[in-house]
Every structure is written in C-alpha cells, then in structure tokens.
C-alpha cells in the first residue's frame, strides 16, 4: 500500500542518492532487518558497527515509506504529556521513556557527525504552547513533572511568550533541548555505510512468509530468494502487524508542506513549535531557509480518500500558521501527506514478541519515531548480543 500521497520534500530535493538490488539468491546472515525506512537504517548501521552479519529488506525502494513523508521534529517529548503518562504506566518507567527520548538527540547528534554530511541536523529549542486557557494550566503542572524528571524546561507566560516568539498564546513550555534532520538523507547515509560494512541491502523485495526453526528463521520472499537469519528485527511500521498478528496502532494521515525559502528567520531562535491541541498543528525550519508546517491527522481510510483531502488541508495548515504568526508570507512548493500508527500511550514498541523469542520488533509509533528509532538500534543490537537493556521493558510489545 502507497504510505504517502503528494511530492513530499525529502526525496524530491535529495534525489535518488543511492540504489540497492533486488534479493535474487539464497543467503543467510546472524539478523535480517526488515524494513530500509530511517529505523532500519539505525539498526543495519548499530548492528554492523557492532560486527553482525545483517541483512536488510524493504518491500520499496529504500527510504521511500513514511520516512521520506516524516517532518523529522527531533523532541523528547512525547505525543502523550508526563503528566498523562505517569498514570497509565507509573512515574519512574514515565520519566525515563522522556529521557530516554532526550538522549536519543544526543545519539543522533554523534551519527551525523560521523557521516559524509551533516544530514540536516540543526540543534533548536522546542516551544510547546498552550492552545487554550486548560492547556495552559495542564502546561503550569507539565513543567513541574518535567522539572522533577530532571528535564531542561521553561514556562513563559503570555507577556514573555509574545516579547521572545511573537506568538499569541496563554502559555508556554520552552526547552533548549530540541533539534531537526533530513530524515531521508540520514537514512540514506546510514544504508551506504552499513553496505560498506558488509551489510547487504536490498529493496524492492518482500518477505510473504517467516518460518521459525530450531536455529532461526526462514524468510521467503516473492522473488523465491530465501534469508536464514538467527535473528528477525521487523521495522516496518504499522505493516509490522503482519508478522505480529494483531493490531497494535491505529492509523492515521498527518499532512505537511514545505515553503519555498525565505531569505530571513522565519521566527525568532528557529525552534521547532507545536501545540497541546489534538490533533497539533507542528512547524519546523530547514537548512536552506524553508518553513516545513505538518499535522490536520485524520484517520485512515483509503490512500485514494487521503489523496483527495491533502489539497483542503494544505489550506487549513496555511490558514493555521498564519493565525499563529501573522505578516509571515509563504510560498508553498511541496505538499505531501504519510500514513502512520499511533499507540494509546504515545510510546513505541520495542523488543521481543514474547520473552526469550528471536522474533524482534522495532515500531517507532507516534510523533518523535526516530527518536524511539535511535533507541531501539542501540537497544536491540544489545539484545542480539546477549546483552538485554533493562529500559527495554518500558516498550514492551505486551505492555
């Protein structure tokens, strides 16, 4: 099924900077990753520098699913507040998923740096305003809870939130610790080196059937080519249910557009901006000086139903950051929709189907999925080596 609809950014501007073949023989490796999205790339690029034989499978061309539709807003925060997530899972597994996802920026941060370019990345703040007078007393006990969980966090109310931002709004959350990339490039950058490690990518190629053993797995593919794995990681986000054999997220569209550049600062400090309405709308800068604006998530129905709504929502989402920065003149040049899962929680899955399998899973679900991505490289390369995370259980798939 087609993940996005539109001429979404990423790919369009960077072009097809890599090529991978079909899967056409036989071959075994210590881990098959399935899925060539920005997770699987994370994980190919951990499970390679760690020195396993890996193999990498995407049913499309590579990096061409919902990464190539992501907005790429780097956060710690979760789409579910603290304050929410402390009740449905407890205060020290709450706190430590939002820190966890703080450290996450840092791991991605020290991947760029390593790699022929910089992808993108941009350390900004995060501004999270308050989208009514409610939210802005649920933002007053946010900061609280995030203070207490040792996050770097700010309140401002609506006089400094106009004198620094310009935004009219109640209330504020501001935290320094925020950043955005180019999700495709990234994932691009990571396959190649991965590839240059020995690792052998291969898109265009799906797996119709896994068949578990004694010592692995067997996975057939609808070009009759075979991969033996002792381990399976599956990466493939909401499609990810089919190896599973239930529903874990429900779907949704988010929409977004990309501006053609501006030849000053948007809005002050560059930060990325979003909002406590649900669904929020989220906006984010580029480093060749564009606006990229996202959110109006509907369900998902049809990729034909969500096609025919992107021009009516790129109106609203243009409609919305002018009410939120007036006298900002914009001139859209991409407008693109994704389809994506969302979790009750806002956390992702990540980990074994059941305790002890070799059947592992790695669904960045939800707002910040390359975050959770950095983290479940890093946690699941561990696990492959015999190391388990303790942090792992945080998303675990039977949670």
Not at 107 to 126: N, Q, W, Y
Not at 388 to 394: L, N, V
Request: with cysteine; aromatic share 8%; hydrophobic share 40%.
């Amino acid at each position: 099924m087609d993940l996005r609809s539109g001429r979404a950014f990423w790919p369009l501007t960077n072009g097809l900077m890599h090529t991978y073949p079909p899967l056409t023989e036989d071959t075994r490796a210590d881990v098959l990753v399935i899925g060539a999205g920005i997770t699987g790339a994370l994980l190919a690029d951990s499970l390679s520098a760690a020195g396993l034989e890996t193999v990498v499978i995407d049913r499309r061309d590579a990096a061409f699913g919902s990464t190539s539709a992501s907005t790429a807003l780097l956060q710690y925060e979760i789409d579910t507040n603290l304050v929410d997530l402390i009740p449905m899972i407890g205060q020290r597994d709450a706190e430590r998923a939002y820190q966890l996802c703080r450290e996450s920026i840092d791991l991605i941060r020290a991947l760029t740096v390593t790699l022929p370019d910089d992808c993108g990345f941009r350390e900004h703040g995060s501004l999270y305003y308050a989208s009514n007078r409610r939210d802005a007393r649920m933002l007053a006990r946010e900061c609280a809870a995030r203070e207490a969980a040792g996050l770097d966090v700010q309140l401002l109310d609506q006089r400094d939130l106009k004198a620094r931002f310009g935004i009219s709004a109640p209330n504020a959350l501001f935290s320094p610790d925020g950043a955005e990339v180019d999700p495709y490039r990234l994932a691009q950058h990571l396959l190649w080196r991965a590839q240059e490690r020995g690792v052998r990518v291969h898109d265009r190629t799906v797996v119709t059937r896994l068949d578990e053993g004694r010592s692995g797995f067997t996975a057939h593919t609808d070009r009759k080519a075979k991969v033996t794995a002792k381990y399976v990681i599956v990466a493939a986000g909401y499609e990810a249910e089919t190896f599973l054999g239930r529903r874990l997220a429900q779907l949704k569209n988010s929409y977004a557009l990309a501006t053609e550049p501006l030849n000053r600062e948007p809005w002050p400090e560059a930060c990325l901006i979003w909002e406590t309405a649900r669904p929020y709308l989220y906006a984010r800068t580029t480093a060749d000086g564009r606006v990229v604006i996202g959110g109006e998530d509907d369900d998902f129905h049809s990729p034909l139903k969500r096609e025919k709504s992107l021009a009516r929502k790129q109106k609203r989402l243009e409609k919305k950051l002018e009410g939120l920065l007036p006298g900002l003149e914009l001139e859209v040049a991409f407008a693109w929709a994704g389809t994506f899962g969302e979790t009750k929680d806002g956390l992702a899955y990540i980990g074994p189907k059941e305790q002890g399998s070799k059947l592992l899973f790695a669904l960045g679900y939800g707002g910040n999925g390359i975050t959770y991505s950095a983290q479940a490289a890093r946690m699941l390369t561990a696990y492959v080596q015999g190391k388990p995370d303790g942090d792992m259980a945080i998303f675990g798939l039977n949670r």
